[in-house]
């Protein structure tokens, strides 16, 4: 069961490498006798390894939302900024120093 989870997840972002269990037709055999007789423990195995995964993909998720919302407070800041630039004695102001500029430019070819 171990073996199939650990080839799922290989497709997936989660991949755990390879299996680190003993794989053997003596041990399968075992295995499916003791599932036969309701002696085998490994159903319990396999929700430890799955819950472990869980607590793994929240902690990754929490991490990429604290990310994500810091990004957002950047994008914030970076709105009313603009908004701020964008107001009509800014735009006049930018207006006035282009066309200053441009004088510039046209005394510094004539050579005044």
Excluded at 7 to 30: A, Y
Excluded at 60 to 65: H, M
Excluded at 76 to 92: G, K, M
């Amino acid at each position: 069961m171990l073996t199939q989870f650990y080839l799922f997840l290989k497709l997936q972002k989660m991949d755990m490498g390879p299996c680190p269990k003993v794989h053997s037709f003596q041990l399968r055999k075992e295995y499916q006798e003791a599932k036969a007789k309701g002696e085998d423990n490994y159903d319990r195995e396999l929700e430890d390894v799955i819950d472990r995964l869980i607590v793994e993909c929240d902690r990754k998720i929490a991490r990429a939302l604290k990310r994500l919302s810091e990004e957002d407070a950047k994008a914030a800041i970076a709105i009313s900024v603009s908004e701020v630039t964008q107001t009509p004695e800014i735009l006049e102001l930018s207006k006035q120093i282009k066309e200053k500029l441009k004088e510039a430019d046209q005394y510094g070819l004539v050579g005044v």
